[in-house]
């Protein structure tokens, strides 16, 4: 069984973000970029996964443009098999990108697709959810625990709900989305470094996989949250009432 | 570096909870070391064993040309500072008397909070003109007792006095106060795309004033040189209160000697710093950092003479930790992970280089890894891939003295030896001991630079005579230095002939005794005593 697996380019999570002047977006120029979290998270999973013996190769997918591949490299380094990058400048949002990976699914036919839950970059947790509506594959998404049947092709995936801890079991080929409990990323270590300069990017483009992006969204404005006031101590009781009905006007 | 601050708040909040010993005589002839065994309450339950020894190693008394404090002077400061600055309160004054290692403690009855430089000025003039000794106290994070009181010094702690003063965007120049807080001024700086020229472990608390009148060097020491080259400018306070205004931001000014290199260093000896002006560099985006595998030290040798080579001007940090100080780290610190497939390697070493294009110095470091990996330097190693990554590789060697702190008691050097024989020292320590104690050694080998600690359960003299002087002559006869970068404080107030030579330190008490006469500032430190005559 082949697993598939998103990867997504983004600004490091440890980065302090700047908004633009202008306000259509973040500060992206000179701004350390990594592999979201999440799909580090997803990767470590398929990799996992391969090493227990129920899958056969796990290839890693990233969209955007030519940088992502510095992405794939890290992909590649921690123990991917081959990688694919769909060259797209422009904006992708979640849409466009499920989109493209039913045609690469259909394309690779693997068993398994994971993605991270969300990028940290827009938050959107959309593009697992509507790969597999796109498909018909049955989701797990918020994974926390994931563990295959390989005879039975079924994966049982315990979901991080708001409630607790939600468990389903569904058919493969199934889409997997991934949450931070689910397991630790492991580090590239300079002998898989050096086994990933030789490993296969293969490049598509969108065209190639007849997909024409174009979006029913358009970012208005990128605006940083409102600073957070001061606390004030006040010296009476008196102070405090006064202070409640005529400034936070909430007595 | 959270995890730093946090740590020191533990410290702070098990002293004022459950403070149960008595103070220790003011006299410290007697030669015996107690132990009181205290768990902290809430955090995780490790026990903290406090030690305090009295310094066995030379009897000191206490000058009896210094005065004692009496309510006039009491009320003569809370003129100057006002009450709430002039602090009398057992338990802070408890945090204040003890250093980070919990080594050594004093018995001051006061705590002085100056906000400005002339607060600073006037409290200094009464005290030298009543001839009160002080302690200037920065972060309190020394680990040679030079922060801290021998007996009952005033403690003039200069944290209140923490405003960024101004920041050139285009020189990169920093002024501030000298309480600033070295992580807080990196966070500042890095809003404005600088960082600072020096990186210690201690950064959550130490302060900038403190670092310049330690001479800190820490991590990137390797690439940015140490303080008597970026720090620009100096205000300090004399002895006798007169305020010393070399608070220049020029990068060249041959006007006369340049007494700011006075101050770096002296360890509050020869003043009190209030102001820091220094050379920030530009933040460069491209950070990369790899955590290797040695199979013995001639390879971290071998591997440190080709990364100056090959990486050149982007080797921003060269540090080595031996296998036993990793494993310390790994069982004592919280959230640590070996970054390395389990194995048994003797030595690790952490390569970080800086840059500015990503992809150039990304393929820079890993042509030179690869390469060291076939010649047979590495046998293993892991290249961050991200912040969080590296973060957590730092942790680990940051997290080494933490480490040694949970473990018991620690002895700790730090010593400046010719990197070919620096870790034999090690060894022979470690046949010397046996048993007794676990040695490890770490430390900044880009710098020539050995932090050898001797990790035993209790501190035990017995222990320390096979330690000293065996440690100081090794040392000398390599013609290295005993305090590479901690200074001489208390510890090693005495020491100071195994790496400097008679007619120098003569010089040294010569410039001691005409910028403080009364020899009121951080007495019984850095020169030793036979030398430095008050009366």
């Known amino acids: ?251 | 570096m959270q995890k730093w601050r946090a740590t020191c708040r533990l410290l702070l909040n098990s002293y004022s909870s459950k403070s149960r010993f008595d103070h220790p005589p003011s006299n410290p002839i007697s030669d015996h070391s107690t132990t009181i065994s205290r768990s902290s309450s809430g955090f995780e339950s490790w026990t903290s064993r406090i030690h305090y020894r009295h310094f066995a190693t030379a009897m000191i008394q206490r000058n009896p040309s210094f005065s004692t404090l009496n309510s006039d002077d009491i009320n003569h400061f809370k003129g100057i500072l006002g009450d709430k600055n002039v602090i009398e309160d057992e338990d802070t004054l408890l945090f204040a008397n003890t250093d980070w290692m919990r080594k050594y403690k004093g018995s001051s009855k006061l705590l002085l909070q100056p906000r400005t430089t002339q607060e600073v000025s006037e409290v200094l003039k009464y005290c030298n003109s009543r001839r009160l000794a002080v302690v200037p106290q920065g972060g309190n994070t020394g680990l040679v007792g030079g922060s801290v009181p021998v007996f009952d010094e005033v403690i003039i702690n200069v944290g209140s006095m923490k405003q960024v003063i101004s920041f050139d965007k285009v020189s990169g120049v920093l002024v501030c106060e000298a309480g600033c807080i070295l992580e807080n001024l990196v966070s500042f700086l890095d809003n404005q795309g600088f960082i600072m020229p020096l990186d210690l472990g201690a950064k959550g608390s130490c302060q900038i004033g403190g670092n310049v009148s330690t001479n800190a060097g820490g991590l990137r020491l390797v690439r940015y040189g140490s303080l008597h080259g970026t720090v620009l400018g100096i205000e300090a306070v004399l002895a006798n209160g007169d305020v010393l205004d070399m608070l220049g931001t020029l990068r060249k000014d041959n006007t006369g000697y340049d007494l700011k290199h006075l101050f770096i260093g002296s360890e509050g000896s020869l003043g009190i710093v209030t102001k820091v002006s220094i050379l920030t560099p530009p933040k460069l985006s491209s950070v990369n950092l790899a955590f290797l595998a040695c199979k013995d030290y001639s390879s971290c040798q071998k591997l440190l003479f080709e990364a100056k080579r090959r990486l050149g001007e982007i080797l921003s940090a060269f540090e080595f930790l031996d296998n036993e100080s990793l494993n310390l780290a790994l069982n004592h610190l919280e959230g640590v992970r070996n970054p390395l497939p389990p194995a048994m390697h003797n030595f690790y070493v952490l390569i970080e280089t800086t840059g500015s294009d990503e992809s150039y110095d990304k393929e820079k470091l890993e042509a030179f890894l690869l390469r060291s990996m076939e010649d047979g330097l590495i046998s293993d190693g892991v290249i961050a891939q991200d912040i969080n990554q590296a973060s957590s590789f730092w942790r680990i060697r940051e997290g080494v003295p933490e480490a040694l702190m949970k473990a018991g008691a620690v002895y700790k050097y730090d010593l400046s030896l010719p990197v070919e024989t620096m870790y034999n020292l090690v060894e022979e320590m470690r046949t010397i001991l046996g048993n007794s104690a676990k040695v490890i050694g770490y430390g900044h080998l880009g710098d020539g630079n050995l932090h050898l600690n001797i990790s035993t359960p209790q501190y035990d003299d017995a222990i320390l005579a096979q330690i000293e002087p065996f440690v100081y002559e090794w040392t000398s006869k390599q013609r290295g230095s005993i305090s590479a970068e901690h200074g001489l404080g208390l510890m090693k107030a005495n020491k100071i002939f195994y790496s400097k030579s008679h007619e120098t330190v003569q010089l040294m008490a010569s410039i001691k005794k005409l910028m403080d006469p009364n020899g009121i500032l951080n007495p019984y430190k850095v020169l030793p005593y036979s030398i430095v005559s008050y009366i």
């Open chain 1, 1 to 251: 069984m082949k697993i598939m697996v998103a990867v997504k380019r983004v600004i490091d999570y440890a980065v302090k973000i700047r908004v633009k002047p202008d306000k259509t977006g973040v500060e992206t120029q000179n701004v350390k970029m990594s592999m979201n979290p999440f799909c580090e998270i997803a990767l470590e999973e398929a990799l996992r996964i391969k090493e227990g013996g129920m899958a056969s190769e796990v290839v890693a997918v990233s969209m955007g443009p030519a940088q992502c591949v510095d992405t794939l490299r890290t992909g590649l380094a921690m123990g991917a098999d081959r990688a694919i990058h769909v060259d797209a400048t422009g904006p992708l949002y979640p849409l466009s990108v499920a989109k493209l990976f039913k045609a690469l699914v259909e394309l690779e036919k693997p068993g398994l697709l994971i993605l991270g839950k969300q990028a940290i970059d827009d938050d959107c947790n959309q593009t697992g959810q509507m790969v597999a509506g796109l498909l018909g594959w049955p989701q797990g998404t918020f994974a926390s625990k994931v563990v295959l049947d390989k005879e039975k092709q079924l994966a049982t995936v315990d979901r991080e709900v708001d409630g607790g801890l939600e468990t389903l079991c569904m058919d493969l080929p199934a889409v997997i989305t991934t949450d931070l409990r689910l397991n630790q990323p492991r580090y590239a270590t300079l002998p898989n470094i050096m086994k990933a300069k030789s490993k296969v990017i293969k490049k598509y483009t969108p065209q190639e996989l007849n997909i024409e992006i174009k979006s029913d969204l358009e970012v208005l404005q990128v605006t940083e949250p409102p600073k957070r006031k001061a606390g004030v101590i006040v010296s009476s009781v008196d102070e405090l009432i006064d202070k409640l009905k005529n400034e936070a006007h909430v007595i």
